[in-house]
């Protein structure tokens, strides 16, 4: 996968994740972890974007970094929904799916870059 269609990916993903939120804002008890969601899944998108922009190596390793932490995050948030019985399965399920990919995806990428600071 290219980055592009990695940015293309995750920008796509973080889309789907506000889409899915909207009727959780509505309800007491899911609107603080809605938001959460939402802010998580949106800023693992725009640090990978940003991680592309890096002026240095070590730049685009932290970004990375922070990326696969955000992703990690949502994947936190949409097993958290689940498990408290807070959305269906039905409508999580492609998205906790994404999630993981993306928080494997991003795992990769964080230790490669890691890997070739080192040398």
């Known amino acids: 996968m290219t980055p592009e269609e990695l940015r ?3 920008a796509t993903f973080a889309t789907e994740v506000e889409k899915f939120s909207r009727p959780a804002l509505a309800r007491i008890e899911t ?6 969601l939402r802010r998580s899944a949106t800023s693992t998108a725009a640090n990978h974007r940003a991680a592309g922009r890096a002026r240095s190596h070590a730049e685009f390793t932290s970004k990375i970094g922070i990326a696969l932490e955000e992703a990690d995050e ?9 498990n408290c019985g807070l959305a269906t399965a039905d409508s999580l399920l492609s998205l906790l799916t ?3 990919e993306l928080v494997a995806i991003l795992t990769t990428s964080t230790q490669t870059a890691r890997r070739r600071r080192r040398g």
Do not use: K, M, S
Not at 31 to 36: E, F, G, I, N, W
Not at 74 to 82: A, D, M, P, R
């Open 8 to 10: 293309g990916r995750l």
């Open 98 to 100: 994404e999630a993981r």
């Open 31 to 36: 609107r603080d972890v809605a938001l959460q």
């Open 74 to 82: 949502t994947l936190y948030w949409l097993e958290h929904l689940n």
